[in-house]
């Protein structure tokens, strides 16, 4: 596993390196300002923003333990997620220094967060699927 984000879950796979949305920005909006006019409307009550952040986070749990359980047993495939998948030979070159991964491929750079105590484990694999275009500082 990679870095995850409010609406984006990140891992390495043997297709790539993969993202898959977990909440779209639509649905977020929607979800906050549909929640915030239900408690107005029966409770007068303006709760604010960060409670209700906070039920769209354990919403969000949800759909990331089934990502999880996907990549687990191998079957990323069947879910029926939006994602993007960086593919190993459109990487021109990647590197890695402390916990953060630098991915250059022919269109883009992007960086991604490794967690501390996987950091050995993904440097191990990336080693194994880039070879000599991977560098790895510490």
Known sequence: MLNETFFWERLISDEGIV????????AF???????????????????G??????LLWAYTRGTRSG????????????????????KWDEIASAKVKKRSLEVVTTRRKQRFMIPKEGRDNVVSFLSSKLGPKLTVAN
């Open 19 to 26: 993202s898959i949305r977990v909440l779209s920005a639509v």
């Open 49 to 54: 923003f960060i409670p209700i952040v906070i």
């Open 67 to 86: 990502v999880k359980k996907a990549a687990a047993s191998g079957t990323l495939g069947q879910l029926s997620r939006p994602r993007t998948v960086i």
């Open 29 to 47: 909006w929607s979800i906050l300002i549909a929640a915030e006019a239900i408690l107005y409307l029966l409770f007068r009550l303006l709760v």
